[in-house]
């Protein structure tokens, strides 16, 4: 038996260091620490996409953007990100809702959101308030709590088919 609605989960992490901007979302946020990676190591866009393409059946990040391909090196996770809406729509889906929470020390993730819902929700077709995320700190414990890099997980739900047939 075969349903009109799929979940997927993901989940990313990625080391803070020195002269890396800080990416998160989407936005560019101001801190004297970014996320190592081959990409511009959005470790929450790297969630989403990893949620999406786990409930389409489609593998994880790793296997569509491969580090150390070229054509990957320092590229926007929003750009990637489109690319993976529309693999998912391809398969049939669509994204019906994202659910997401970054752990992370610093910087405040609170300023932000706003900007990261917009981005986000723009880039998938989907209204903001389809796009939920939260942020909390690990009380001081683990290589997050520590300040040595910044998690992220989310929870995607996609459904069969367009924008129609969601409606009521």
């Given amino acids: 038996m075969s349903f009109g609605v799929r979940v997927g989960i993901g989940y990313d992490a990625h080391r803070l260091v020195e002269g890396r901007p800080c990416v998160l979302g989407g936005v560019e946020i101001a801190h004297p620490r970014g996320l190592e990676g081959y990409s511009d190591a959005d470790a929450l866009l790297h969630a989403i ?12 990040i790793g296997k569509h953007f491969p580090p ?11 750009r990637l990100l489109a690319t993976v809406r529309s693999m998912v729509e391809g398969k049939g889906w669509r994204v019906a809702n994202v659910d997401s ?3 992370a020390e610093e910087p405040r993730i609170g300023p932000h959101v706003a900007a990261m819902k917009q981005l986000i929700s723009s880039a998938l077709g989907i209204s903001g308030d389809d796009v939920g995320i939260k942020a909390t700190t690990n009380e001081g414990m683990g290589f997050v709590g520590r300040g040595e890099g910044i998690a992220a997980m989310a929870v995607v739900l996609l459904c069969r088919g367009g924008s129609e047939d969601l409606e009521e």
Wanted: aromatic share 4%; glycine share 12%; net charge negative.
């Fill in 49 to 60: 996409m990893d949620a999406m393409l786990g409930a389409a059946g489609l593998a994880d």
């Fill in 68 to 78: 150390g391909d070229e054509r990957f090196h320092n590229v926007s996770s929003l």
């Fill in 101 to 103: 929470t970054l752990m």
